[in-house]
């Protein structure tokens, strides 16, 4: 693995840990899931905290692709973040 790789595996990591501590003990949080992830979730479920946070993380990320939350919500549904061998 070289650097780059390195250090966006750890990037991925400290996402998904400050999306469980940004909530504690508070459902709808998971281990394995990003911000991203999880304000597009909140956003398309209507809650209050998604409908300010996606927009948000859209625009601090639109250098990296457009629609940043939705793009991270589908990566975790195709299961991108796990080893190959690991995915369906």
Known sequence: MNVKAWFYELFIALDQLLNVLITPLQGGAYADETMSSR????HRDGKPWGRLLMPVIDLLFRWQVAEHCR???????????LPPEFRQ
């Open 39 to 42: 304000a597009y979730r909140m």
């Open 71 to 81: 793009h991270a919500y589908e990566k975790e549904r195709a299961r991108v973040q």
